[in-house]
């Protein structure tokens, strides 16, 4: 039983615990450390780990720990954890937004670091990560790395640490693009004289559907999208709005936002 601890037990924390629970890796196995008592509490009684305020107590026993606090809460825990990872030499996995694999070796020591980025639908099993290892990560480290993370969905090894941050810009923030379009929706059909809970409801089942379909047929969504259009259709009025509207150049700023913004955290803790 690989023990593992979380550092941080926020709302990513909860969503890849749920996820490895799911699988069928013991509560046993888990620790969190988390500052506030409320939260240690709910924590321990949904998912039944073991939980702690301090986060040299969680992380004592563990072989692997995700780092799985805010960006700028990392230069906080390293003086913290940094005794007891030097003797222990866990396998260190960071979810940190922004944060380089050279910044968490200079805090938290030459160590094994995969540096990974799930996404919150890792709770019900469906995330998606990607991730990157520093040199000292065995292959056996990197399988226990990928093992963990697959418990939350799908996973993708990406060799160039830059396209980290495209990472988060894709899948990591991705999830809030998938809600916004879905809250854009229900507002414009509400707007129309829809009753809230159906437009609800029918924008909710409509991206399920339209994800669903994406994995599971393994067709290009250009195709699918296609299939949706009649000639001269209700679909086509609606596609040439969102052309005429600059729809790719909006998804593709908005990517560019997040992307940059990971950089920038990273830079920020060039600073501290
Ligand atoms: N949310 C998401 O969709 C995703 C987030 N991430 C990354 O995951 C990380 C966590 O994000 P998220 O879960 O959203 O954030 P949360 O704020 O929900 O979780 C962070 C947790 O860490 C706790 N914490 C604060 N200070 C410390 C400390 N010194 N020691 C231990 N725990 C501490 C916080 O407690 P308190 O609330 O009391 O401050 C909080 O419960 C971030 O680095 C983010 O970039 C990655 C992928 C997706
Ligand atoms: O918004 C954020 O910074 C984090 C990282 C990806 C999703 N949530």
Redesign the pocket.
Same mark, same amino acid.
């Given at each position: 039983m690989t023990r593992i601890a979380f550092? %941080? #037990? %926020?709302?990513?924390?909860r969503s890849l615990i749920g996820g490895l629970l799911k699988t069928g890796i013991p509560a046993a196995a888990i620790t969190v @450390?988390? $500052?506030?008592a409320e @939260?240690r509490q709910s924590l321990a009684r949904e998912f039944g780990v073991a939980t702690y305020a301090e986060?040299r107590l969680a992380a004592a026993e563990a072989e692997v720990i995700v780092l &799985?606090?805010? $960006?700028q809460?990392m230069p &906080?825990?390293h003086a913290e954890l940094r005794d007891t990872l030097q003797r222990n030499r866990p396998l260190l996995i960071s979810? &940190? &937004?922004g944060v380089r694999l050279d910044q968490l070796e200079r805090w938290f020591g030459a160590l094994p670091i995969v540096r990974c980025? $799930?996404?919150?639908p890792a709770l019900i099993g469906a995330g998606a990560t990607g991730l990157c290892a520093n040199a000292r990560v065995s292959p056996p480290q990197r399988a226990q790395a990928q093992h963990i993370l697959d418990a939350a969905g799908l996973t993708r090894w990406v060799d160039d640490e830059a396209l980290m941050d495209t990472v988060t810009g894709i899948s #990591? @923030?991705g999830?809030a693009y998938f809600f916004a379009l879905v809250e854009a929706l229900e507002d414009a059909a509400v707007a129309q004289g829809m009753p809230r809970d159906t437009a609800r409801a029918l924008a909710a089942q409509t991206c399920l559907g339209a994800g669903r379909m994406l994995v599971e047929s393994g067709e290009a969504p250009g195709e699918l999208r296609r299939r949706v259009t009649s000639p001269h259709g209700t679909t086509q009025a609606a596609l040439e709005s969102f052309a005429a509207n600059g729809l790719p150049a909006i998804v593709a700023h908005a990517v560019a936002a997040a992307t940059r913004r990971g950089g920038e955290l990273a830079a920020e803790l060039d600073k501290t």
């Open positions: 550092i %941080g #037990g %926020g709302n990513m924390a @450390s988390e $500052p506030q @939260s986060n &799985a606090v805010k $960006p809460i &906080a825990i979810i &940190a &937004a980025m $799930p996404n919150t #990591g @923030s999830p």
